[in-house]
């Protein structure tokens, strides 16, 4: 699998590059999601996620995909009537934030890592600690600094899907 295009995080006044989906939690504890469209081999979900922690809980106050159907999803799609934002009661995880250079490149997943991890731990939607894990420090002045992916093929729409 080829390294996949982060969520996003607004935490703490910035906005950070999350290695980890929460929606995919919900997914697996029975909650259901519309068919996203995968276009590119580096968003196999079909979707990219903003959340937010307010007040040490974990909402999702955006979502951005393209459905099978060719429409354009949002979060009222995914959950009718939260238009605004859905508090993430159904997450008890670890949410990776990686900080500093990129030390290895690993062309899968949120695989590579990087001089550092923030990690949020949250029990039901409720940020219970933190936790700075340190991988290293950069000998490479040119390294990359935060998370991105280094390659992705982006597979065209069928000919009759074109407008």
């Not at 996949?4 to 590059?17: C, D, N, R, T, V």
């Not at 934002?85 to 290895?104: C, D, N």
Request: hydrophobic share 35%.
């Amino acid at each position: 699998m080829t390294a996949q295009i982060s969520e996003k995080l607004l935490f703490e006044g910035e906005k950070h590059a999350m290695c980890t989906n929460p929606l995919g939690d919900y997914c697996a504890l029975g909650g259901e999601l519309p068919n996203f469209a995968s276009n590119c081999t580096a968003l196999w979900r079909g979707y990219v996620g903003t959340w937010e922690i307010m007040n040490d809980r974990l909402y999702l106050v955006e979502l951005r995909g393209e459905l099978e159907s060719g429409e354009d999803a949002n979060l009222e799609t995914a959950f009718p009537g939260y238009g605004d934002r859905v508090f993430a009661h159904w997450y008890s995880g670890t949410i990776r934030l990686p900080q500093g250079k990129m030390l290895e490149y690993v062309h899968m997943g949120y695989g590579s890592t990087y001089e550092r991890d923030l990690l949020l731990e949250f029990k039901k939607g409720v940020l219970t600690s933190r936790l700075v894990k340190v991988n290293g420090v950069s000998r490479d002045e040119n390294a990359s600094e935060g998370y991105g992916i280094g390659a992705m093929t982006v597979f065209p729409r069928e000919k009759g899907d074109q407008p």
